[in-house]
């Protein structure tokens, strides 16, 4: 008893189980504790207890976790969380915790347990306190001054805020709350800390979130809530205890951030995906003109009798000119399509579409066209205009295999929005289906190249991603709207025509004139492609002299000045290109005529010489023909 003797007569009811005198005066010492409280061991295992813990359950040398229970009984998510902020505080991890929950049971009595973390170099373990949630505020009267001080803030806050009671239930919100929320003063006061998050799916969420900041005393996410008929997706950051029994949930919507974060990271994508394909494209347009150049030669070297070779050769060309048709698509996709972009009309477009697609369409589909009368005219490459028309038709065609109506539809808009965010008046086409449709993953990667639901040898996924190209190389946008099992309608707006744009000249159609003699300098840097040219050039009788680069063909021109009548150049290629080479030769006086051929003749490109518009481009890769009767073309109009 000589410990005891040491304790004061008003302790000596602390139970005698304790087991050491030492555990005895701690008892003792936790009895000036207001409500139940108990000192744990490091292991959890309760090494004392108060007259108030004991007055309910013996609880010395038994498991946090028994005591907890016979102490307060609470629903089984709020014990568990209990128990793991006693655990959290006992290895240290977190100095204190607490929580303030409702006991279940009849009537429910708020509680507050404050777990305090004992000093590890003293042995360790942790305080436990369980008490009636009674400290000052709670009972509503001091609440209420702390709240008031605090109001003009709340109020003035531009941030929605909430401030919850002990369970999460809303009792107040600030007039951005109102209005972020849709909700009235006595709507929001029925709400939730879990109605933040999209009911059903969220419920998990919530009751994680919950948790999380009861037991951390903050918790920062995202949640989401309907607002009128529009989800919105907000960003919840929660302070719990900003005063006692009173949590504050400030709740911003970034709906539409978010949106505008999805869009850029679309944009990227597709612009990365654009630079591999265009500089793939490129060097396969170099090959496929070789393959294509040197097919047509060997076809005119073959006599007629050998019938078999010229239809395996043949075979060929139709091979490359289909690899042709999608390197096309590529350069499309990655805007280095060479367009020749004039004042068009848009009915006129639609009218000789019309026509083609009468064609191309089974009889099950019905195509209705329509334009406004009197349409501005717009600024386009009419070409392009059409090859979007057809692919789109194809598509539509593809997604209604049992018949339907595809319209395309010529309209003004007044005010488009651009990406930017101006507006813009511009002409609309619009090409709707009533097909198949498609769902959100379709849609994702619509316009991405090799993207196709199809199967192989029905789709080749360029359709799309040319279009897509094409649009924005023409300065205008594109919008799919669709519905699985109820059609698709695409939106293209396409810039007016504006009378300062000077329209270019029209590509010389002039056919090839047989015994030629001019003499030609081609300048080219890949050499099987320099080679084709000459060959081909030189059966029609002209006389070729080749350089690898501007460079060399200046030093060609020097020396023979005169006798060339007409150069034809390649505009990229090493050391010195052809744009310069043609700035070079008029600067010192030559006059002949030149012509250019490019895989990237976009005369908007974004090299910092701009091709002189009056110069003719012939685009790769040409074939014997073109090459040809571009070749005339120049020296004739030269
Ligand atoms: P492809 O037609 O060669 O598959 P596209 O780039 O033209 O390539 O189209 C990509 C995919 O988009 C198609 O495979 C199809 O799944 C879908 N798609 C395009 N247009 C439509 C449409 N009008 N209706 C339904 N699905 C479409
Ligand atoms: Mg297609």
Redesign the pocket.
């Known amino acids: 008893m000589s410990a005891l003797h040491r304790i004061p007569a008003n302790f000596t009811h602390m139970t005698m189980r304790s087991t050491t005198p030492a555990a005895a005066l701690m008892g003792g010492v936790l009895d000036a504790v207001k409500g139940a409280a108990i000192l744990l061991d490091p292991s959890g295992t309760v090494l004392a207890s108060n007259r108030h813990a004991n007055a309910r359950h013996s609880c010395d040398g038994q498991p946090i976790e028994t005591v907890l229970d016979a102490l307060a009984p609470l629903a089984s998510a709020d014990t568990a969380l209990a128990l793991a902020g006693v655990r959290a505080v006992l290895e240290g991890a977190q100095r204190s915790f607490m929580l303030d929950v409702s006991t279940i049971g009849e009537p429910p009595q708020r509680i507050v347990l404050r777990v305090t973390g004992l000093d590890a170099a003293a042995g360790g373990g942790a305080v436990v306190q369980l008490g009636a949630a009674s400290f000052p505020g709670t009972d509503g009267t001091v609440d209420r001054r702390q709240d008031m001080s605090f109001r003009p803030m709340f109020a003035a806050s531009l941030d929605a805020m909430l401030i919850t009671d002990a369970g999460g239930m809303v009792i107040s919100g600030n007039p951005a709350a109102h209005r972020l929320m849709g909700r009235n003063e006595s709507q929001l006061a029925g709400m939730v800390f879990g109605d933040l998050f999209t009911p059903g799916s969220g419920t998990a969420a919530a009751g994680d979130a919950w948790q999380r900041l009861m037991r951390d005393g903050q918790w920062r996410g995202e949640g989401r809530l309907l607002v009128g008929d529009m989800m919105r997706v907000l960003d919840i950051a929660g302070s719990a205890h900003i005063m006692p029994g009173r949590h504050l949930i400030t709740v911003r919507d970034i709906t539409e951030s978010q949106q505008l974060e999805a869009q850029l990271r679309q944009a990227q994508k597709m612009e990365a995906i654009g630079l591999l394909t265009g500089g793939m494209a490129h060097d396969f347009n170099n090959l496929l003109t070789v393959v294509l150049a040197n097919a047509d030669l060997v076809m005119e070297s073959l006599p007629p009798e050998m019938e078999e070779v010229r239809d395996e050769v043949s075979q060929m060309i139709q091979a490359a000119t289909r690899g042709t048709d999608m390197v096309r698509k590529l350069l499309a996709f990655s805007r280095r399509e060479s367009l020749e972009r004039r004042p068009v009309s848009l009915e006129v477009v639609l009218a000789e579409t019309q026509a083609l697609l009468a064609r191309l369409l089974p009889s099950n589909i019905t195509l209705v066209t329509e334009a406004t009368p009197d349409l501005p005219g717009i600024h386009a490459d009419p070409g392009a205009v059409q090859h979007m028309l057809i692919?789109l038709a194809?598509?539509a065609r593809d997604a209604m295999p049992t018949g339907g109506t595809l319209t395309m539809r010529g309209a003004f808009d007044p005010a488009v929005e651009m990406p930017d965010g101006v507006t813009s008046p511009m002409v609309t086409i619009t090409v709707q289906d009533s097909g198949r449709g498609m769902d959100d993953e379709v849609l994702a990667h619509l316009f991405e190249p090799f993207f196709t639901t199809k199967g192989p040898g029905e789709?080749t996924g360029l359709?799309?991603a040319m279009i897509y190209g094409l649009v924005q190389q023409h300065a205008g946008t594109i919008d799919v709207q669709s519905t699985v099992g109820r059609g698709t309608k695409v939106i293209i707006a396409l810039p007016l025509a504006d009378l300062r744009v000077a329209s270019p000249t029209p590509r010389a159609t002039t056919l090839v004139r047989e015994g030629a003699t001019e003499t030609i300098l081609l300048v080219e840097d890949e050499e099987m492609v320099r080679r084709a040219g000459r060959r081909i050039l030189e059966k029609h009788g002209y006389r070729v002299l080749l350089a690898g680069d501007g460079a060399e063909a200046l030093t060609l021109l020097r020396q023979h000045g005169s006798e060339i009548a007409l150069v034809v150049s390649d505009v990229v290629m090493p050391r010195m290109g052809g744009r310069e080479l043609y700035a070079s030769l008029r600067d010192e006086g030559f006059t002949m005529p030149f012509l250019f051929t490019s895989g990237y003749t976009d005369r908007m490109s974004s090299d910092t010489v701009a091709l002189d518009p009056s110069v003719p481009i012939l685009p790769k890769p040409w074939t014997w023909a073109e090459l040809t009767a571009s070749v005339r073309a120049a020296l004739d109009a030269g």
Do not use: E, F, I, R
């Open positions: 692919n194809t598509n789709g359709g799309m």
